[in-house]
């Protein structure tokens, strides 16, 4: 197979964690990449595969909204653990934010 010129990904089993299909993805887009790139994910049915799947999506979620302080607030989630710790982080930005304005 020549990386250099591939341009679709194929995840045939999802991983625990997002950061793994994320870098895999990234790879696809590397600098010089001229063409469209496809992803595919492939999926069972009424398997563990789509638990983990959607257990992977939450995940995203919950690092996006962490890593983007603009869409924190907006997110709700459903772990009280992540919301108590997402919630902190907000707190000590708004903080900064009106030390900053005094």
């Given amino acids: 197979m020549n990386i250099q ?3 679709v990904v194929v995840i045939a089993e999802p991983q625990f964690k997002p950061s793994d299909e994320n870098q895999a993805i990234a790879r696809a887009y590397r600098m010089g990449q001229t063409r469209k790139v ?3 994910h ?3 049915q009424n398997s563990i595969d789509e638990r983990i799947k959607d257990m992977l999506d939450e995940k995203q979620k919950q690092f996006d909204a ?3 302080k603009s869409v924190a607030a907006e997110v709700e989630i459903k772990n009280k653990d992540a919301k108590n ?3 902190k982080e907000i707190d000590r930005i708004t903080m900064e934010q009106r ?3 005094e």
């Fill in 85 to 87: 710790i997402l919630q």
């Fill in 42 to 44: 492939l999926l069972c």
């Fill in 5 to 7: 010129t591939a341009s």
């Fill in 99 to 101: 030390m900053e304005d």
């Fill in 66 to 68: 962490f890593a983007d």
């Fill in 38 to 40: 496809l992803v595919y």
